[in-house]
């Protein structure tokens, strides 16, 4: 039996979370203080180096999820622990981020339009990026992974596909 090279699940994760955070990154860019006004190019700069941010912050959460279940091709039949941490370390690595650079570092802030968690002051929008775009990701690297074929069919014994 041919075993999966281990790079090919990060690399797709690393490259479909690259271009779906880019996406989601200019789609958000009228929350933050200063970005509808800045020029095109100067908006493109920051959404690109938050988007290689959000694209290592996605590799490091599979690699939290591949812990948890101490393999790098969980992608094939994802189960509730290994998406549990997936999705975890993706949001608290967010919540840390975002509150660092808004609170402490004065990279960027909010406008008042961003909608904020009461407690640490952490805009909803990257949360939400936190649960839309992994989950996205992780299907839309499946389907390269493994193309049309049934789930099913890679499922380890006890394990149950999406």
């Not at 200019?26 to 180096?49: D, L, N, R």
């Not at 094939?76 to 690595?93: N, V």
């Amino acid at each position: 039996m041919n075993r999966p090279h281990w790079i090919v699940p990060l690399a797709l994760i690393w490259i479909t979370s690259l271009f779906l955070h880019l996406a989601w990154e200019m789609w958000q860019v009228p929350f933050y203080e200063g970005m509808a006004s800045a020029s095109h190019a100067a908006a493109i700069w920051v959404c690109t180096k938050a988007t290689f941010g959000d694209a290592n912050i996605a590799l490091t959460a599979y690699l939290t999820a591949a812990l948890s279940v101490r393999s790098l091709h969980w992608i094939r039949a994802p189960s509730s622990k290994p998406l549990f941490f997936y999705l975890l370390a993706g949001l608290l690595i967010t919540i840390l981020f975002e509150y660092m650079a808004t609170e402490i570092l004065g990279r960027w802030q909010y406008n008042e339009q961003m909608p904020t968690l009461p407690l640490f002051g952490t805009g909803l929008l990257p949360l939400a990026q936190w649960v839309v775009v992994p989950l996205v990701s992780l299907y839309a690297s499946r389907l390269m992974y493994f193309g049309m074929r049934p789930m099913r069919n890679y499922a380890p014994s006890g394990q149950q596909s999406l």
